[in-house]
């Protein structure tokens, strides 16, 4: 006889990633046979579908909601009970992230699962954590595996380090306060190895604490990698080191989650998506070149992972170390003396680990120069004199491609892109015009499309014709072995394919490269022992962008680059660092030939507090996009002038600046157009109110009629690029 089932009787609330702006932003109630604590996965159906979702905390409203009718509520249709519930902690940032950046909890809360949570059965997930349990007590008890980790160095893993005066100071202020810290540290001071002694000493202090150690991206840092993999893995097992990014397969990212989850992973490496790692035993929380824009999300909810880590550092009571030669303005900021109001403090390494010196920066007047030239003769004698020494250079200018514009020599005709606001690139390798924002890509036509004038020449240059200059340049040029001069490029097309970064950087730490073309990608943390010359071909750009970050990003850029020279010690007196400008004695080149980011910091601070921008202001933009550019500013600024018709919001209007809505910089992508309205205000507490209460404003503008072309729109808060 079939046994009758059991009575269902426990309400649950449980957190789907519904559809975007639907009405269901909230938790769904459902029903389960037994209450089941906040932070279990369960699987629920929702219309046909059956989807993750994760059980929240009992709302009171929702307790109280008449329209619930059990009768008509679904059962849960499976809990994932094998896996411990998400922790408390874990929820708290997953609600703040959501209602910080003005987005839903549950696409939150699901994007920062693994996907393939999704597919797994609660006996699958059983006996993958029981796996994972064995591989952690077996790597606390056994002899540890010696063999360092691939491409790592062996002798960083092995020998004890004997720590500089300000390593040793700095780790002793780590050690005597909470926090959290800026380690302000030049490049090539030892900023790595103080992590790891950071990190070695929490996971020593106790057996089950975990540490998040986050970087920019993953393949630019493989160093930082290999290194904490290195120490930690002969040590730990290399179990408990786990990374964390988006270029790992569906079943390793599930597998290094769980190991995170279920304590196995001592150590988390990720990139930003690590900051909602769910890490219960969460002791440390180190972000690596804070700077970086890439710890902001460009998409879904645009959050900051390095803003997250500091918030959930207090949630878990865990410390917090930021670590940078060229602090975000921000950090910089918050890390003023207490007295004056900074709640982190600050722990500087000015000097370079031994000997090793700041390269000198040398400023080329390119208004002296030969007109037009692109690499001025004192460049091309200084790298054709490294080659012969048998050192290395790297020559960097931030645009890929063989040209950025093609254009006939007869009428106006330039290589636009039909479909966006912006010309096709010229690559010369398959004779194809390309679209670096569409993608649109054909053959370059043998004739102008306007006029049939078969003369059409590139404008301008990019890394691919840069790459063919300095080979004709140099063609006489010989290496100390007799060789002709080896350069290699590197960039987003020579990189496209997987392994080919990691190949190309391996080639040039052999030293099979003399010279090293590319984009702003190779002036990031390598480690290149050989470099001695680095030298930025146009950077002036920046120095005059509509964007006021932009000073801050070039400056950090050309700090970086700077610091890929001169890091071998036998070498380190003949380092440099060269600028081709027409404004050699901009203050920002002026700074960056002292090596003083303190001085450009504080000249920054001063121009960003005159005119009241962050961090002195709390800014957030709202994007709509449409076919037309009236439709997407429109609804901008009905929604602007609806603010002020609402009760909540137009209370708030006096302490903020509500701006008319404007075209984007890249106005037109693949024939949508994209506007945005900015908004700021002195207090961030009241841009948060202002942001929260809008949102209604925002949804019913966008059902007006006037507004039925909007494809898209979203909030952007603390943006990056404006
Ligand atoms: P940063 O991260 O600040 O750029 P790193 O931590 O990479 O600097 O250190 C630069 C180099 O100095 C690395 O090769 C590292 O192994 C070495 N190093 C760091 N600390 C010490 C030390 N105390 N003694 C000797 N070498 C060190
Ligand atoms: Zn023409
Ligand atoms: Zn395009």
Not at 178 to 198: D, H, I, N, R, Y
Not at 560 to 567: D, K, L, P, S, T
Not at 603 to 628: D, H, Y
Request: proline share 8%; with cysteine.
């Amino acid at each position: 006889m079939p046994q009758p089932p059991a009575p269902i009787t426990a309400l649950t609330q449980v957190l789907l990633h519904t559809p975007a702006y639907s009405q269901m932003a909230g938790a769904l109630s459902y029903l389960s046979d037994a209450p089941l604590p906040p932070g279990t996965l369960v699987r629920v159906p929702l219309g046909q579908r059956e989807l993750l979702g994760v059980v929240w905390d009992p709302c009171p409203a929702q307790a109280t909601d008449t329209t619930l009718d059990p009768a008509r509520l679904r059962p849960i249709a499976a809990a994932l009970d094998a896996l411990p519930p998400l922790s408390a902690s874990w929820r708290a940032l997953i609600s703040f992230a959501a209602s910080y950046y003005q987005r839903a909890a549950g696409e939150v809360a699901l994007a920062a699962l693994p996907p393939q949570l999704r597919d797994l059965s609660s006996m699958q997930l059983a006996r993958k954590l029981k796996k994972l349990a064995k591989a952690a007590a077996g790597a606390s008890d056994t002899p540890k595996n010696p063999l360092p980790a691939p491409g790592a160095n062996a002798d960083i893993a092995s020998q004890p380090v004997v720590l500089s005066a300000e390593q040793r100071q700095v780790i002793s202020e780590f050690q005597h306060n909470p926090g959290p810290f800026l380690l302000f540290g030049a490049t090539g001071s030892g900023k790595t190895e103080v992590f790891m002694q950071c990190t070695a000493e929490l996971l020593a202090a106790s057996s089950d604490a975990q540490v998040l150690v986050m970087v920019p991206e993953i393949n630019l840092t493989p160093q930082l990698e290999d290194r904490f993999k290195a120490r930690f893995g002969s040590r730990y097992g290399f179990d408990a080191v786990v990374s964390m990014h988006s270029g790992m397969t569906p079943a390793q990212r599930l597998n290094s989650w769980l190991a995170a989850h279920s304590g196995a992973a001592r150590i988390v490496l990720g990139t930003r998506m690590a900051v909602f790692a769910s890490m219960p035993r969460l002791k440390l929380i180190i972000v690596d070149e804070e700077h970086d824009p890439s710890y902001k999300s460009g998409e879904g909810a645009r959050y900051s992972a390095r803003d997250l880590a500091i918030y959930r550092g207090r949630l878990e009571d865990a410390k917090v170390l930021l670590g940078s030669a060229t602090p975000s303005l921000e950090s910089w900021h918050h890390s003023r003396p207490a007295a004056e109001g900074g709640r982190y403090l600050r722990l500087a390494m000015p000097s370079r680990i031994g000997s090793g010196q700041l390269p000198l920066v040398r400023r080329v007047d390119m208004s002296h120069q030969p007109k037009s030239c692109v690499i001025s003769p004192p460049l091309l004698a200084a790298i054709a004199q490294r080659i012969a020494r048998g050192e290395q250079s790297m020559v960097f200018l931030n645009r890929r491609g063989y040209a950025p514009v093609l254009q006939c020599t007869d009428c106006d005709w330039k290589s636009e892109c039909p479909h966006c606001s912006a010309y096709r690139v010229f690559h010369k390798i398959d004779r194809t015009l390309r679209c670096h924002h569409c993608g649109l890509s054909e053959r370059v036509p043998r004739a102008c499309p306007a006029c049939g004038n078969p003369d059409i020449a590139p404008l301008g240059r990019g890394t691919e014709r840069l790459e063919e200059l300095l080979a004709e340049l140099l063609a006489d040029t010989r290496r100390p072995d007799g060789q002709p001069v080896r350069i290699v490029r590197i960039d987003a097309d020579t990189t496209r394919h997987k392994g080919a970064l990691e190949a190309q950087l391996a080639q040039v730490h052999t030293g099979d490269v003399d010279v090293l073309v590319g984009t702003q990608m190779i002036a990031k943390g390598h480690d290149f022992r050989r470099i001695t010359l680095v030298a930025a071909v146009n950077p002036d750009n920046a120095l005059f962008s509509s964007d006021f970050r932009a000073a801050e990003r070039l400056f950090s850029l050309l700090m970086q680059a700077a610091g890929r020279a001169g890091r071998d010690e036998t070498v380190a007196h003949k380092s440099e660092m060269w600028l081709q400008t027409f404004h050699p004695t901009h203050p920002l080149y002026e700074a960056l030939k002292r090596h003083d980011y303190p001085a450009f910091a504080a000249s920054q601070l001063k121009e960003r507090q005159q005119a009241a921008m962050p961090p002195f202001s709390f800014q957030a933009l709202v994007r709509a996009e449409a076919r037309s550019q009236e439709t997407a500013q429109a609804f901008l600024n009905l929604a602007s002038q609806a603010a002020a018709g609402q009760a909540d919001t137009a209370a708030l209007l006096a302490q903020l600046t509500l701006y008319p809505a404007v075209p984007m910089s890249m106005a037109r992508i693949a024939d949508v157009e994209r506007a945005q309205m900015l908004v700021e205000s002195p207090s961030r507490a009241v841009l948060q109110r202002f942001l929260t209460a809008w949102q209604g404003v925002l949804h019913s503008t966008r059902a007006l009629p006037e507004c039925k072309g909007v494809m898209r729109w979203a909030i952007d808060v603390d943006p990056l690029n404006i």
